[in-house]
């Protein structure tokens, strides 16, 4: 980590609402950026297996014509892979041209031939770019070619609204990855979520897209100094009530739990899921919660039609029918692109304050 | 241009395989035996068998639709293909793949892949690896694609990658002429494709794909020049498919009699026989031989295949993931 702090003990497991599967009680950490967690999970990485390299458009910025020596002039996109280039060389921090489609079906090639590539998109609305080399060669080769082979690959991007990056650089469409047999995706909310995630997704053996909301990038919470692993599929409790349950993903977690924050002081006690994983997810977690508080609102920054939101809406129904005493609540971005106007993309996003309204609503309060 | 008896041999008899397996596969599709659509590559050998005959098989090719001749080539079991197309247990991919993405990972074959364009990036990959690896077993990738391809976007974007990055990885581009029904005249900006490898700053050369020896030399530098770290090449190997597009497409809806003859008097094999007895290289008695070998070779083949057992219904569910926490069966 790249913080000055004094390393602080912070009991993870038993810390009030923080149950996700992790390093164990009483670990020593820090308070560190989201970016630097992540920072230090790809350094972490590399060290640890010599087959691991990454690969993505600008994430050594720019060589000096006359030494041909890597500048990295930005750190990588959001500052993801800053310093990497100069521990690792240009030969495991591979620059790759403007061309998505070329460089995603190269690591599949790297990949299906024993190496464990990690992919940087830039931002999450590339993926369209290089779907087919995701869905048709990454995600199915494992399957159609009867189990001869095995696709360990990482990608990751940038996904969300909030900053004024406007339609084709704002997208959460996680269910386009989800719906995709062969393909894991994962949605840290906080630096101790993507150091876990990011190293599972790495040393998993099938591939693997991990989100990263650009709202959380530059958030500071509490992360382990030594690595660690979170298990693909397991999502967590964020807080524990009786009266409501918020699901949440990615950056909606934390809307969740701020909407929580102003729920308990109407006296109004709700309980928090996030997902942290979306392919697999955790359904035990979902239909536990909602077993004990019979009501639930699904917060999805994607758009509604096809979304997570609806994917958990249908497990609910299916599977916790009889203890529901409210109708299943989406609170969703609506079915449009997100607009560049701040007021207007404000409104695009699900606010703690939309949650709080639908909470009341349901609650007849 | 020297080649071995024994190099002379494997040409030969890697051009008749692939001959009377596509002629035998289609055989079995109009039976009603194969289980799906088949893309037949008869009039196309010389290209995969003269190519592949460099390389080995820690060297990885990357296919088509049209992928039999390639497999072949690249020493894949001709009984597991059969036994593959008819959608059998014992099939290279259990049966789940089929005609269009057999795949034999021991043997460096990637897969055969029915998006067009789509497995260029792959060998690109591969190549990258041998690369990432310090070309210690100086491995290559080798891609297959078509004319059609060559308007795929993602055949220009691996071009520039492996040419910027000096990957040891040669593009063989197959012009039959077709991209299904749509001529290459009409859907392709130049009637010199290898003429693009200029703009990549990479050696495009234009082979006469009907003629193996052509075929062998020109991929013997392209090899060469690989193995030697010094880049990719394009090949562009004119050559023509005898059937239609899939085993039920009627070619002479949209080609010429006049061309479909002309090609046929240029048939790879014909040509083959011609040279090697003229030269004194083998004999008619020994190129029988060999027919006659193959021909015992398909027969065994059509019968291990039609007396395979089908997968078992759990193989739906296997090979999605290599470890996943949620039920794959749907909501019920």
Redesign the interface.
């Known amino acids: 980590m790249t913080t000055a702090e004094a390393t602080t003990t912070k009991t993870v497991l038993s810390d009030p609402g923080v149950l996700v599967p992790g390093p164990g009680y009483d670990v020593p950490g820090l308070d560190v950026r989201y970016r630097d967690a992540f920072n230090q999970t790809l350094r972490d990485e590399l060290n640890h297996d010599p087959d691991v390299f990454i690969m993505g458009e600008d994430i050594s910025g720019g060589f000096d014509r006359d030494t041909l020596e890597p500048l990295d002039a930005w750190g990588g996109p959001f500052a993801a892979t800053k310093g990497l280039v100069q521990d690792f060389g240009p030969e495991r921090i591979r620059d790759a041209p403007i061309s998505e489609a070329g460089f995603v079906g190269a690591a599949v090639g790297a990949a299906l031939t024993g190496l464990r590539p990690v992919v940087d998109l830039m931002y999450f609305d590339f993926v369209t770019v290089a779907y087919d080399q995701l869905l048709s060669n990454a995600a199915k080769s494992r399957y159609m070619f009867g189990g001869q082979t095995k696709v360990p690959m990482t990608l990751f991007a940038r996904s969300g609204g909030g900053t004024g990056h406007a339609a084709q650089h704002s997208e959460s469409f996680y269910s386009m990855l989800a719906h995709i047999p062969g393909l894991k995706v994962v949605v840290p909310s906080d630096p101790y979520t993507v150091r876990g995630l990011l190293a599972a997704a790495i040393r998993d053996d099938d591939p693997v897209f991990l989100v990263n909301d650009k709202k959380l990038i530059n958030m500071t919470g509490f992360c382990p100094e030594e690595s660690f692993t979170i298990p693909l599929g397991k999502g967590r409790y964020l807080r524990h009530g009786d009266d409501i349950t918020l699901i949440g993903m990615s950056y909606t977690s934390v809307v969740c739990k701020q909407a929580a924050d102003q729920l308990a002081e109407e006296g109004i006690n709700a309980e928090v899921v996030d997902m942290l994983s979306l392919s697999p997810f955790d359904e035990d977690i979902i239909i536990e919660s909602v077993m004990k508080t019979n009501r639930v609102v699904i917060v999805d920054e994607d758009t509604p039609r096809a979304s997570m939101a609806s994917e958990f809406a249908a497990v609910i129904a299916d599977k916790a029918f009889d203890y529901l005493d409210a109708p299943v609540k989406r609170v969703t971005g609506p079915h449009t692109p997100v607009p560049y106007n701040k007021g207007l993309e404000t409104a695009f996003m699900p606010q703690p304050e939309d949650v709080v309204g639908t909470v009341r609503t349901m609650l007849g309060v | 241009m020297r080649i071995s008896r024994e190099k002379l041999r494997w040409l030969y008899e890697t051009m008749y395989r692939i001959r009377r397996f596509e002629e035998t596969m289609l055989e079995q599709t109009f039976r009603g035996n194969a289980m799906g659509v088949t893309h037949p590559s008869d009039g196309q050998e010389a290209v995969p068998t003269g190519i592949c005959a460099h390389l080995t098989e820690k060297d990885?090719i990357?296919s088509t639709h049209r992928g039999h001749g390639h497999c072949i080539a690249k020493g894949l079991d001709t009984k597991a293909m059969m036994a593959e197309i008819m959608g059998r247990y014992t099939?290279?991919?259990?049966?789940?793949?089929g005609s269009m993405?057999i795949?034999?990972?021991?043997k460096g074959m990637?897969?055969a892949?029915a998006?067009v364009g789509?497995?260029?990036?792959?060998?690109?990959?591969?190549?990258?690896?041998?690369k990432?690896r310090g070309n210690e077993d100086q491995s290559i990738?080798v891609s297959f694609f078509g004319d059609g391809a060559t308007s795929q976007?993602?055949v220009h974007?691996?071009m520039?990658?492996a040419a910027?990055?000096k990957l040891p990885v040669i593009f063989a581009c197959e012009n039959n002429q077709y991209a299904e029904a749509t001529p290459a005249w009409y859907a392709v900006s130049t009637d010199d494709i290898s003429a693009r490898a200029d703009s990549y700053g990479i050696p495009g050369v234009q082979v006469d794909g009907m003629d193996v020896f052509a075929v062998y030399e020109a991929a013997g530098q392209a090899v060469e020049r690989a193995r030697a770290g010094d880049g990719p090449t394009l090949l562009e190997l004119k050559t023509y498919r005898y059937h239609g597009h899939f085993h039920a497409d009627d070619p002479k809806k949209y080609r010429k009699p006049d061309e479909e003859e002309e090609y046929a008097e240029r048939d790879c094999l014909q040509n083959f026989e011609k040279v090697v007895i003229q030269q004194q290289a083998m004999t008619a008695d020994q190129l029988q031989e060999i027919r006659d070998e193959i021909e015992q070779e398909m027969q065994e083949a059509v019968e291990f295949a039609l007396n395979s057992p089908m997968p078992p219904m759990e193989e739906l569910y296997?090979?999605?993931?290599?470890?996943?926490?949620?039920p794959?069966v749907g909501?019920r």
């Open positions: 990885w990357g099939g290279q991919c259990k049966g789940k793949g993405h795949a034999d990972f021991s990637l897969g892949n998006i789509a497995s260029v990036p792959l060998a690109v990959g591969a190549a990258l690896t041998a990432y990738g976007g993602v974007e691996s520039n990658l910027i990055w296997s090979d999605v993931y290599v470890e996943y926490s949620n794959l909501l």
